[in-house]
């Protein structure tokens, strides 16, 4: 017979959830389904976390053109490449961080850990808003690529392996990132300027506009500090032909420091997020 508090037992031959976690499971569930919904029926977040990328790729594609110098591959196709980073950034970072940020300012947060659901369903529905919006949004900016700029899709099992690690790792990093740096903004009206600025920061000087090694040594050194240009790097090996990897500053793509760093951001969010994540904001009574 098992414990007692074990996840499954025995009862009269049959099979019975230990009842805490089946209300976790139903919590984690309920809660999910709120987070999707009032992700797509908020206009602003539709905006600004999933359509912005799209509009940045259809714009700034019809706007390039030209190959990079030393290669002979298509700008658009490099920039392609980090903008799908940039949207899953955009999903995970942007519009997790302003989300907790106005729940913790207008006491939802409180009164969700006051309430008798589980605190961790809370976190299970941001992950779970995090993994359908990011999966919607690479989707999306793939087949504007591909329909419209002729982007080459990942022409090995590699290649595609590599596209999934490299957003799931950069997702989860995003994602705890998002809920730690939510701590630091002091009030819903300001949440999205906060946000915004490191954000469009980061996507001039990882790479993603612009070849990286033509970037001043000084911005190379801060972006690689930050998860974004390594998921970039890592995209561009996925999409990009392999001799462009003469013009990354190493001279190869690095995948395994690409892992490394992107698990180390991962185990850093999570610190962070365990250091800095407050029920309460400072102008909740």
Not at 86 to 109: H, K, P, Q
Not at 186 to 197: D, G, Q
């Amino acid at each position: 017979m098992s414990a007692p508090n074990a996840a499954l037992t025995q009862e009269r031959g049959a099979v019975v959830l230990d009842p805490t976690r089946s209300i976790v499971w139903r919590s984690a569930v309920s809660r999910s389904s709120v987070e999707l919904k009032s992700f797509f029926r908020n206009r602003q977040s539709l905006v600004f976390t999933l359509l912005l990328p799209i509009v940045l790729l259809v714009v700034l594609g019809s706007i390039f053109s030209g190959t990079v110098p030393g290669t002979h591959t298509d700008f658009k196709q490099m920039f392609i490449a980090g903008i799908i980073a940039c949207g899953v950034m955009s999903v995970s970072f942007n519009g997790l961080a302003i989300s907790v940020a106005i729940e913790r300012d207008t006491g939802m947060i409180r009164r969700l850990a006051s309430s008798p659901m589980p605190k961790s369903a809370y976190f299970i529905g941001k992950v779970v808003r995090v993994a359908v919006t990011g999966t919607l949004e690479t989707l999306l900016l793939l087949a504007v690529a591909v329909l419209a700029f002729g982007l080459p899709l990942p022409s090995t099992t590699a290649r595609w392996e590599t596209l999934v690690w490299v957003l799931l790792l950069g997702a989860v990093a995003c994602t705890l990132l998002a809920v730690a740096f939510s701590s630091v903004i002091p009030n819903a009206r300001s949440a999205s300027a906060i946000v915004t600025l490191p954000f469009l920061v980061l996507q001039f000087i990882s790479g993603v506009f612009f070849p990286y090694s033509q970037l001043p040594a000084w911005m190379q050194t801060v972006a690689a500090l930050f998860p974004l240009k390594w998921m970039t790097q890592g995209l561009r090996s996925v999409f990009l032909p392999n001799d462009f990897a003469h013009v990354e500053p190493a001279g190869v793509w690095e995948l395994d420091r690409v892992a490394l760093v992107l698990a180390a951001w991962c185990l850093a969010g999570l610190a962070l997020s365990f250091l800095t994540f407050r029920w309460r904001g400072p102008n909740v009574r």
